[in-house]
């Protein structure tokens, strides 16, 4: 449930997979018809989308749900939600929540026969194992490869469970981590995996620069989110033109998504040569057939 469970080995399997399934590789045939439901108790377009249709093109049995209309609005847990599923038919549930670790609670429930596979599409500001995949799959296809890469994760790191994700598996493969942006958003838990340094320190030096939204729903009602100014954060920490052009001809722009146009980016450099925006987002729907492939062959249900 968050890409610490990963091994290296584990990642460049799923990078081949992926890539396989890219280039028109044919999904193996399942014995039998695997069910599955994507549970969204957060909003979500790309991963939820993209999700679904890795499930589709997987031959597996796509199960709607809705949170705002099943049960949970009458107080039923995500846990027994989860049994009332597994009871019905279903194999596996992509999951996001707006709590951290949420799945901890089920996996740790007392006395639990659950039997469903679990698949973690976010949790709060915790982890997003999926969007860091596909990331990775992004920066493996321009580079070959992670070792000594020089990667600047950018903007509200704090709430960002995107940053989490991708600092951690980063630097398990052998890149080199910084970081910027507002400094209240700095937490000494990065320090391990990093270092903090000015956005026009960085720019000339980088091979990957991945912006991150400014989570504005995360925030506490503070002064300084009361005045936060688009402008002034665009001309501080943002991708603005000047920046762009300072940047190495072999590097990439990331961003997960969705952009807030101005403030981390400059609008007209979402599509710019160097962004690497779309890529990722197609890139998503392979990286997650093969992560559903990989959870149905652990848990022996495909054949
Ligand atoms: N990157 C990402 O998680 O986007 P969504 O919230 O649209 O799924």
């Given at each position: 449930m968050t890409v610490e469970d990963l091994n290296s080995k584990q990642v460049y399997n799923l990078l081949e997979r992926?890539?396989?399934?890219?280039?028109?590789?044919?999904?193996?045939?399942?014995?039998?018809?695997?069910n599955v439901a994507n549970l969204f108790f957060e909003n979500s377009t790309r991963t939820k989308l993209s999700f679904t249709m890795a499930e589709k093109k997987l031959g597996l049995n796509v199960f709607?749900?809705?949170?705002?209309t099943s049960s949970v609005q009458k107080g039923e847990s995500l846990y027994d939600t989860l049994l009332t599923m597994s009871a019905i038919g279903i194999d596996l549930a992509v999951i996001r929540h707006p709590q951290n670790n949420y799945y901890q609670h089920i996996l740790e429930q007392p006395?639990?026969?659950?039997?469903?596979?679990?698949l973690n599409a976010g949790d709060g500001s915790g982890q997003h194992p999926s969007q860091c995949l596909l990331d990775l799959m992004t920066i493996h296809e321009e580079f070959g490869h992670f070792n000594k890469l020089k990667i600047a994760i950018?903007?509200?790191?704090?709430?960002?469970r995107v940053a989490r994700s991708n600092m951690q598996l980063?630097?398990?493969l052998g890149a080199d981590i910084y970081f910027s942006g507002p400094s209240e958003w700095f937490t000494s838990e990065f320090n391990e995996y990093g270092q903090y340094l000015p956005l026009d320190?960085?720019?000339p030096k980088i091979d990957v620069l991945m912006l991150l939204r400014v989570q504005h729903e995360r925030h506490e009602e503070t002064e300084a989110e009361k005045n936060f100014s688009e402008i002034k954060y665009h001309q501080q920490f943002g991708l603005t033109v000047a920046r762009y052009q300072k940047m190495k001809?072999?590097?990439?722009?990331?961003?997960?998504?969705?952009?807030?146009?101005?403030?981390?980016?400059?609008?007209?450099?979402v599509e710019a040569p160097r962004s690497r925006f779309v890529r990722q987002m197609t890139n998503g729907v392979y990286m997650r057939m093969a992560m559903l492939e990989a959870v149905i062959n652990g848990r022996h249900i495909g054949g």
């Open positions: 992926a890539a396989y399934f890219k280039n028109g590789g044919r999904k193996e045939n399942f014995k039998r018809q695997i709607p749900f809705a949170a705002e006395g639990s026969k659950l039997n469903i596979g679990l950018v903007g509200d790191l704090k709430n960002s980063l630097k398990k320190e960085l720019i001809s072999s590097a990439i722009v990331m961003h997960p998504g969705p952009i807030n146009r101005g403030v981390e980016m400059a609008s007209e450099l």
